[in-house]
T-cell receptor, first 111, second 116 residues
Framework: DAKTTQPPSMDCAEGRAANLPCNHSTISGNEYVYWYRQIHSQGPQYIIHGLKNNETNEMASLIITEDRKSSTLILPHATLRDTAVYYC????????????FGKGTKLTVNP | GAVVSQHPSWVICKSGTSVKIECRSLDFQATTMFWYRQFPKQSLMLMATSNEGSKATYEQGVEKDKFLINHASLTLSTLTVTSAHPEDSSFYICSGGAGGPNNEQFFGPGTRLTVL
């Protein structure tokens, strides 16, 4: 079973920041928080991951609370192409570790 | 990120036939490959994990004799749906991981299977 809880859907205006929350209250000390997204009828795309420090890359920023029980993915300037289902996943780091997908958050970016 | 391809991208077959789906890592060696299935409006469900040169590990409820997985090389894994039935119609997605703590999983574009 997925170890995360996300809102089923969110809306965001184009050009504005999209803040997607995720609860992972049972995360263990060596588990990372991963974010993937899936655009309709495509394979998932890796976005970002982190352990306890905030992370930023060209796609997004990841803010993890100090107690690590929740996190927020931030898309700073959402575009229509960011409309997708966003999955927050908790797991050990590494390419050999399986990903267990929950239901994710359907983000709709509106013009 | 690294590139994973799948072939075919879509396939339509008659009930009772077998269908093979290929998953290739194009620019990295995938020591581990994963196969997922996704029904309409649902999330991805992991079917099995395979390591190169060894037998796949199937998730609970997935029939290993129906979904045959072969991971013959570090760049190729195949999923064969044997004696396909309409309820096997789904979106099948593979992913590959290069192993090690600093390497991540990358997903293929998916294969849409429709069984008539």
């Amino acid at each position: 079973d997925a170890k995360t809880t996300q809102p089923p859907s969110m809306d965001c205006a184009e050009g504005r920041a999209a803040n997607l929350p995720c609860n992972h209250s049972t995360i263990s000390g060596n588990e990372y928080v991963y974010w993937y997204r899936q655009i309709h009828s495509q394979g998932p795309q890796y976005i970002i991951h982190g352990l306890k420090n905030n992370e930023t890359n060209e796609m997004a920023s990841l803010i993890i609370t100090e107690d690590r029980k929740s996190s927020t993915l931030i898309l700073p300037h959402a575009t229509l192409r960011d409309t997708a289902v966003y999955y927050c996943i908790v797991r050990l780091q590494g390419g050999s570790e399986k990903l267990v997908f929950g239901k994710g958050t359907k983000l709709t970016v509106n013009p | 990120g690294a590139v994973v391809s799948q072939h075919p991208s879509w396939v339509i077959c008659k009930s009772g036939t077998s269908v093979k789906i290929e998953c290739r890592s194009l620019d990295f060696q995938a020591t581990t490959m994963f196969w997922y299935r996704q029904f309409p409006k649902q999330s991805l469900m992991l079917m099995a994990t395979s390591n190169e040169g060894s037998k796949a590990t199937y998730e609970q409820g997935v029939e290993k004799d129906k979904f045959l997985i072969n991971h013959a090389s570090l760049t190729l894994s195949t999923l064969t749906v044997t004696s396909a039935h309409p309820e096997d119609s789904s979106f099948y997605i593979c992913s590959g991981g290069a192993g090690g703590p600093n390497n991540e999983q990358f997903f293929g574009p998916g294969t849409r299977l429709t069984v008539l």
